[in-house]
């Protein structure tokens, strides 16, 4: 069936570093993809989303890449910071609200 | 600031009991969504619904109902809990747009 994957389970980071998160999708009938975080005890966060007319979009220290040959999404944080800490996880719809595809989530640890 | 909350943050229930897991939102959102988190699976969808009174399963229906009464309102019910329903249950809400914002989640053991 069709599913949502990250590269990734853990990712580790200096602080002020650049990180990047993946995530490989195989519905090619995809056209809207989102970001969300996730921290501890609490519910997933809105970051930032892209439709599949656009292969980039930036937001407020973070950027969505997205590559419909290969079929893969990236999230880019600048200047990574310790508030940053989170799980990180991507989401894909092809048919609407009710058809959201989540992955399964990447841990960005943020080391000071 | 828009809001979802989920009534309680931690639950622990008994087998067999009957569980409520109460969401409520004030954006006036037509629909809503409950989802279960566990490790490696990532978020699965219970029920969601576009309307009041209006229902429909998600990818994992049994075992669990739902009920909305009230636009803002969207109930999850365990009607015989299992432990295999030891679980974080998220709760959505969206307008037509696709951008969900979710609850804090509720954490719920069955023993």
């Known amino acids: 069936g069709e599913s949502v994957g990250l590269h990734l389970p853990t990712l580790s980071v200096q602080e002020g570093d650049n990180s990047i998160i993946n995530c490989a999708y195989s519905?090619?009938?995809?056209?809207?993809f989102i970001w969300y975080k996730q921290e501890s005890g609490k519910g997933p966060q809105f970051i930032i989303d892209?439709?599949?007319?656009?292969d980039k979009r930036q937001g407020q220290r973070v950027t969505v890449l997205l590559n419909k040959t290969v079929k893969h999404l990236s999230l880019q944080i600048a200047a990574t910071q310790p508030g940053d800490s989170a799980v990180y996880f991507c989401?894909?719809?092809?048919?609407?609200?009710?058809?959201?595809?989540f992955g399964t989530g990447t841990k960005l640890q943020v080391i000071p | 600031d828009v809001k979802v909350t989920q009534s309680s943050r931690y639950l622990v229930k008994r087998t067999g009991e009957k569980v409520f897991l109460e969401c409520v939102q004030d954006?006036?959102?037509?629909?809503m969504f409950w989802y279960r988190q566990d490790p490696g699976l990532g978020l699965r969808l219970i029920y969601f619904?576009?309307?009041?009174?209006?229902?429909e399963k998600g990818d994992i229906p049994e075992g669990y109902s739902v009920s909305r009464e009230k636009k803002e309102r969207f109930s999850l019910i365990l009607e015989s809990a299992s432990t295999n329903q030891t679980s974080m249950y998220l709760c959505?809400?969206?307008?037509?747009?696709?951008?969900?914002?979710f609850g804090s989640g509720t954490r719920l053991t069955v023993v």
């Open positions: 892209i439709r599949s007319n656009m």
């Open positions: 989401a894909e719809t092809s048919g609407g609200y009710q058809k959201v595809t």
């Open positions: 519905n090619s009938a995809s056209d809207y």
């Open positions: 619904s576009y309307d009041v009174k209006m229902k």
């Open positions: 954006m006036d959102h037509e629909n």
């Open positions: 959505a809400s969206t307008r037509a747009d696709y951008g969900y914002t």
